[in-house]
């Protein structure tokens, strides 16, 4: 894509990424591919042993797709095809004998399947998929710095100034901008001054237990991404991670009856699960053990000057619906490229203003969606005209339209179309407007979305002669396809996150001139100034 180009003044460290979990990871690696050296710094030796999610949605795993590593996922996901998605039993021991209550997992229709180019097997815990992206990230010669953290932030018109301390003890830099990824109790945010509003803590303390036991001679061949245990001993939620000897079990903390997160010992953890299985002598090994309580809080502001609030720092989405590790790698997505295009001088410095116009209003549905779900379970899982019914009664979305279908409104979008045309069917909302992800299709084999390929790209309809010109003339990668929701003399702009930018339903008077100065606006282009 040829322009003028607007670099900024050189930085030692363009972008510092605050955060080594999954979606600190994944900015590093977006960022990387967009050729952008990063640093990620991040407390821990290493990636969280322990996963607190294990539901990678659709999109994510477009994302995945984009940067080459979605087989790599598959390849560490539990294949759950056919299993069962939710199971209710007394323990698991009864549960294998047939004493079970079953929701399968959920089956996209054809149309479903008909929306993205992958799927993942089945679920894929957090601390698998961080292995895969970590491991990818220090084949590229990623800048990442375990045991380090942030002691200090300050930033100026021209730059950041952090302080950071590490194994060899602490160390200023400064960087051009800084992306924070440091969870809920985010040092960074608050060191920004930014507070957070929603309902806030849900329901009571929980204690997440990882651990190591054979439960195969037991599930008798059964497979399940989570069962709730109802055994009065020690009733829970256990979630699989290989489906085989690594398992989490999720049990409340009764910190109002007087319990304290210490109080769960690894012994005592132990023995809860042996009574969550149903058997005393069961060979347990506790692994870690993590206390945690569902939230529902957004920042009041995703962004302040040159720093950036992404994942749980931006929002953290109570859990049923499995939208909170999605919304955070969305808010990596939709970042990273925009990162990226000012560093290379491509677009204005207000081009990042539209990250959080864009990104506050989907993390504000999205948590509403989740909440809404949390009063009623049997929302999110439930199936059938009945369950549909109570959804529409309860301004529940579809799952799929929550993680695929909301649109973007921001100065990046030319015309954009937020209102969507249906909450229930996906296939009505992914219609090509502007604001919304680029339909799927099939073209010679190979998906529109991995025809976008991390860059602005044009698609020209059956008859788009004219447009396939005026990108050669402005430097548009661009091909031409023959789909419904495009007409034949029409076009689309594409952003590089897969996003459409622009739609023409017919050909411009010059397109060469239109394409221009669509790209000026939406990456927020300087306006040159006439010379007289």
């Known amino acids: 894509m040829t322009g003028t180009m607007y670099p900024e003044g050189p930085v030692p460290v363009p972008v510092l990424v605050v955060g080594g979990g999954s979606v600190g990871l994944l900015t590093a690696a977006l960022l990387t591919h967009h050729g952008v ?5 991040e407390r821990r030796s290493g990636p969280s042993a322990h996963p607190r999610a294990t539901g990678i949605g659709p999109r994510s795993v477009e994302v995945l797709r984009e940067l080459g590593l979605d087989a790599a996922v598959d390849a560490a996901a539990v294949d759950l095809r056919g299993a069962t998605g939710k199971a209710v039993a007394r323990t698991v021991v009864e549960m294998g004998a047939g004493d079970v209550a079953t929701v399968p997992m959920p089956t996209p229709s054809a149309d479903e399947l008909d929306v993205t180019p992958f799927r993942l097997r089945g679920v894929c815990a957090q601390d698998r998929l961080d ?4 491991a990818d990230l220090a084949v590229r010669g990623a800048d990442l710095r375990w045991t380090t953290r942030l002691v200090d932030i300050a930033q100026d018109a021209d730059g950041v100034d952090v302080e950071l301390e590490g194994p ?3 160390y200023s830099l400064r960087c051009a901008r800084v992306v924070a990824a440091d969870g809920t109790h985010s040092t960074v945010r608050t060191a920004l001054g930014v507070g957070t509003s929603g309902p806030g803590d849900l329901g009571k303390s929980k204690i997440n237990i990882l651990f190591r036991a054979d439960l195969r001679p037991h599930l008798r061949g059964m497979s399940f991404a989570t069962c709730t245990i109802t055994t009065p001993e020690a009733p829970g939620l256990l979630a699989t991670v290989d489906g085989e000897t690594n398992w989490v079990f999720h049990v409340s903390c009764d910190v109002d009856g007087g319990e304290h997160p210490d109080d769960f010992t690894y012994e005592r953890c132990a023995a809860v699960v042996r009574l969550a299985v149903g058997d005393p002598a069961l060979d347990v090994e506790v692994r870690s053990v993590l206390p945690w309580r ?9 962004a302040v000057g040159r720093v950036f609030l992404v994942g749980d720092a931006a929002h953290t989405v109570s859990p049923l619906g499995a939208f909170g590790l999605n919304t955070g790698i969305a ?5 990273a490229w925009k990162l990226a295009a000012v560093h290379h001088g491509e677009a204005g ?6 990250y959080a116009h864009e990104r506050e209003p989907v993390a504000a549905t999205t948590l509403d969606q989740a909440m809404r779900r949390q009063a009623d379970p049997e929302l999110h899982w439930g199936r059938g005209p009945k369950a549909d019914a109570a959804r529409a009664a309860s301004g529940v979305w579809a799952a799929p339209v929550v993680h695929l ?3 973007y409104d921001s100065a990046a979008i030319v015309a954009p179309r937020p209102q969507l045309p249906s909450t229930v069917d996906l296939n009505l909302v992914l219609d090509g407007s502007p604001g919304s992800r680029v339909p799927h299709a099939w073209i010679d084999g190979v998906s529109t979305l991995d025809l976008v390929a991390s860059r602005w790209t044009l698609l020209a309809g059956a008859a788009g002669d004219r447009w396939v010109s005026a990108a050669a003339d402005v430097g548009l990668p661009v091909q031409r396809v023959a789909v419904p929701w495009l007409p034949d003399a029409g076009a689309l702009l594409v952003r590089p996150d897969g996003i459409v930018a622009m739609r023409a339903t017919e050909p411009a008077t010059d397109p060469a001139r239109f394409l221009t100065e669509v790209l000026d606006q939406v990456l927020a282009r300087p306006v040159p100034v006439p010379s007289t």
């Open 37 to 41: 050296p990063a640093v990620l710094v």
């Open 131 to 134: 292995a895969v992206v970590a």
């Open 168 to 170: 060899d003890g602490r």
């Open 294 to 302: 569902p939230r529902s809080a957004a920042a009041e502001r995703f």
């Open 331 to 335: 808010d990596a997505h939709n970042l």
């Open 349 to 354: 410095a207000g081009l990042l203003d539209t």
């Open 405 to 407: 279908g909301q649109r």
